[in-house]
């Protein structure tokens, strides 16, 4: 039981009641014919229970903070994962929107009919969308590209014909016989992912000088 006195005791003064406040509880109790130890009691139990309400307060307070911040985790955690997505999905696009080339001939080139210019010697290929060993120019995604090409006959007539997919011509060129006559074609195309671009030659065998006199290039603009 001292102990216990002793530990409400020790309650009472750190909730730091006023020293006046105390005297005037314990002036009416000094008039009771009643002992000192139940006086005692019953001043703990006036001052415990306008003590315990604060306590509770504070915990209730402390129970929505930490609430608060549990739904405020899980909004920055939802937020950090959208962020994570919206860089994927960025990167994943970067691979493939920056896409241009510039391709021309090295050497001087004599080409059949119905045949592929190879334009193997590469200047930029950005995106890896030509290949210099078919000739091809691959879309690596779905917009609008600019196409252009630049022929120059070797001394023999020339057609030619700029294709999407092998038989779609999307622009035709013609080189006259004799040496430094040129042809040129530029133009703006929508191609869908997995088109391929060529520039081959028709009807009859052709040459074309070689070096910036015949170039092919393009890129995509959105």
């Avoid at 038989?167 to 080189?175: F, H, K, R």
């Amino acid at each position: 039981m001292p102990m216990s006195l002793c530990s409400l005791y020790t309650k009472i003064l750190i909730y730091k009641r006023s020293s006046k406040e105390l005297e005037r509880s314990i002036e009416p109790l000094a008039r009771m014919t009643v002992s000192p130890v139940r006086a005692f009691l019953v001043l703990l139990c006036v001052y415990g229970v306008r003590c315990t309400n604060p306590v509770r307060v504070e915990i209730d307070q402390l129970k929505l903070l930490y609430q608060q911040m549990d739904a405020k985790l899980q909004e920055v955690a939802a937020e950090n994962q959208r962020l994570k997505e919206t860089v994927t999905r960025a990167s994943h696009h970067a691979n493939y929107s920056t896409i241009a080339f510039t391709a021309r001939l090295s050497v001087d080139t004599e080409l059949a009919a119905i045949e592929t210019v190879k334009f193997d010697d590469l200047l930029l290929n950005l995106g890896s969308a030509y290949d210099p060993a078919t000739g091809l120019f691959t879309a690596r995604e779905s917009g609008v590209y600019q196409l252009a090409v630049s022929l120059m006959s070797g001394g023999k007539e020339g057609y030619f014909v700029m294709s999407r997919n092998g038989n779609d011509g999307l622009s035709y060129l013609y080189t006259h016989s004799g040496i430094w006559y040129s042809s040129s074609s530029v133009l703006v195309v929508q191609l869908n992912a997995g088109d391929t671009v060529q520039v081959k030659s028709l009807y009859s065998p052709a040459n074309l000088h070689q070096g910036k006199y015949s170039v092919f290039s393009g890129f995509l603009i959105k």
